[in-house]
């Protein structure tokens, strides 16, 4: 609200105690006024639209986002319509195909809707994926021998492929086929000599659709191959034309657990995916579902901490292709065998993560004493390649600054990082960076995220190129580092009205930001540490109010400390979330960032 906005920062906050600014949400005041005007919007309401980049005329389309509005013409890819050619042709002839998949979640969700497709033609579709620790990410000329071997004729790529430029030269030579269906940043104009590729983000392509994961360019596929088979005539009573809607919740995972931009088409695919999830129709989700012991209509939580993480454990710490054959399988009995095995691998995997995560904090704070260095680099033995990236996103968390952490294997003189950057600072470029200039193996990203393999010896010599390649980036990004806020609230108004007014602007996610609420002058009371570093309180403020708060993670930290000292003379930002248990419908806040009134500035 703009009351509580002031020059010096949001309620007079410029430094908090996880050390960021804080500020009101911009928005253009006019569109705001025509938001509540056109939909019968509240002011906070409209004005968190407007903030949003929703303009005038727009705001329909984006509280109820729909497929028939905003689905985009699979012609405007390029090679869209040579793939869906292709593919249709290889099914109605019946050649041997496999479907090559990243081990995360976009991977396994891809290569699940083709699997399913080609399933409802009556041919059947090999799903290959490559093991992370053996194989290394993304098709390579030994898998592709493999395929090749075992009479495998063409092969799609899902979520990788649109730069393997040695593994598809070496399948064209061997008379493999391939069609790549990705949607990472490709390097300049560089193009691997695949029979056809598809991807938003080549250089070339005018779909627009550069913010989809592969899940969605897959679902965009399915859509051109009901095209082509129907021009075909490969549709007949006995074999109808599939409804590629029923594979929506596949789209939804991979555009939901790959942190894309949920806007436009994309935007639709989250909204009416997590409608078709809530079905729970695809035996695989359901068991996962089960195993987790979770309940109720799926939504961007269910997909995101609940599904996605199961799902993934398996590439990480477990058997590559488990995830991609749960979400394909039409047997019950297969599926809850494949999500308990995928159960306890991400039981395991919390565990190696924490373990990890504790080592990490204590190289960074008591022996390399690198927390004000511009960039983090800590590396150690033998900690598990499936993890790091977690890892270094709690890092990242934490400190507020880019963080890679390396997992080194003695044995093979290698040492594996993943990075996580903040907003601002290239990561991915700089890692390209340090490639060229000779002291990696491999490297690669984009500014947010990098992955590297590097030689033990030459880590220092990395540590210190990154810090002063990224100084002037991550000293600008430290001073703009800030938390925007959409609305003051008090303890009494925090309430699950609130809570579903707002709730029309889901699913949220990049591009969408979840609704930050700030709370002024509280108290904090009944505050108890949890198990797993979590804080739990209660809020009061002069309404006479009482909001029960979470902060995750917290403990050990300033915000966790000044929490459970209680008190008051604290400003504090969160989330809002339901609290149904024992059947109540209320809210609780999942509490982002605290001030204390006595060091505001």
Request: glycine share 10%.
């Amino acid at each position: 609200m703009a009351e509580g906005s002031t020059p010096a920062g949001y309620l007079g906050v410029t430094k908090s105690l996880s050390g960021r600014l804080w500020r009101e949400r911009a928005a253009d005041p006019e569109t705001v006024r025509r938001h509540e005007m056109a939909l019968g919007l509240p002011e906070p309401l409209a004005r968190a639209l407007a903030s949003r980049g929703v303009e005038d005329g727009q705001g329909e389309h984006y509280l109820n986002p729909t497929l028939r509005a905003l689905f985009p013409d699979p012609s405007s890819f390029m090679d869209m319509d040579k793939a869906a050619e292709i593919l249709v042709d290889a099914v109605a002839k019946g050649r041997p195909m496999a479907v090559f998949a990243d081990y995360d979640v976009d991977g396994a969700s891809s290569a699940a809707q083709l699997v399913r497709w080609t399933r409802a033609l009556g041919s059947s579709l090999r799903i290959y994926v490559p093991d992370r620790i053996t194989e290394g990410y993304g098709p390579s000329p030994a898998a592709f021998r493999r395929l090749k071997d075992e009479g495998v004729e063409l092969v799609i790529t899902v979520d990788c492929g649109a730069a393997a430029m040695e593994a598809v030269t070496y399948a064209v030579e061997i008379g493999l086929e391939v069609v790549v269906i990705d949607h990472h940043l490709m390097r300049g104009d560089e193009v691997p000599p695949a029979t056809a590729l598809v991807n938003p983000n080549r250089p070339g392509c005018e779909s627009g659709q550069g913010v989809l994961a592969a899940a969605g360019v897959t679902f965009v596929l399915l859509a051109a191959l009901n095209r082509e088979a129907r021009k075909q005539g490969l549709f007949t009573a006995e074999r109808p034309e599939p409804d590629i809607r029923q594979w929506l919740d596949l789209a939804c995972m991979g555009a939901i657990c790959d942190v894309t931009q949920l806007v436009g088409f994309n935007r639709a695919l989250a909204s009416q995916g997590l409608k078709v999830m809530s079905g729970w129709r695809n035996p695989g989700l359901k068991a996962l579902l089960d195993v987790a012991k979770s309940q109720g209509p799926a939504t961007a939580f269910h997909v995101g901490f609940v599904l996605g993480p199961r799902i993934n454990a398996g590439g990480r710490i477990g058997r590559a292709d488990l995830g991609a054959r749960l979400l394909s399988t039409d047997d019950p009995r297969e599926a809850a065998d494949l999500a308990a095995e995928l159960d306890a691998l991400n039981a395991s995997r919390k565990e190696v993560e924490r373990e990890v995560l504790e080592q990490a904090v204590q190289i960074i704070e008591r022996e390399s004493n690198q927390a004000d260095l511009p960039v983090l680099l800590v590396s150690a033995d033998d900690w598990h390649p499936g993890v790091i990236g977690i890892v270094a996103g709690r890092l990242r968390e934490r400190y507020r600054k880019p963080v890679m952490v390396i997992g080194v294997d003695r044995a093979a003189d290698v040492g594996k990082g993943s990075g996580r950057s903040q907003p601002g600072v290239n990561l991915g470029r700089a890692v390209q960076a340090a490639y060229e200039e000779g002291l990696l193996i491999a490297g690669g990203g984009h500014a947010m995220a990098a992955g590297l393999s590097v030689k033990p010896d030459t880590i220092p010599e990395l540590r210190a190129f990154l810090c002063e390649r990224l100084a002037d980036e991550s000293e600008v990004a430290a001073a703009e580092d800030g938390l925007d806020i959409d609305a003051l609230i008090t303890t009494r108004g925090a309430d699950r009205a609130l809570y579903e007014s707002f709730q029309r602007m889901a699913p949220f996610g990049p591009g969408n930001p979840e609704p930050v609420f700030a709370l002024s002058d509280v108290r904090v009371e009944r505050a108890m540490a949890l198990k797993g570093g979590h804080v739990r309180v209660t809020l009061t403020d002069r309404t006479g109010g009482k909001l029960k708060a979470v902060a995750w993670r917290s403990e050990g930290t300033e915000i966790g400390a000044r929490l459970l000292a209680e008190g008051g003379g604290l400003h504090i930002v969160g989330r809002l979330k339901p609290d149904d248990w024992q059947g109540r419908s209320s809210v609780e806040l999942e509490i982002e960032d605290v001030a204390d009134l006595r060091r505001v500035g």
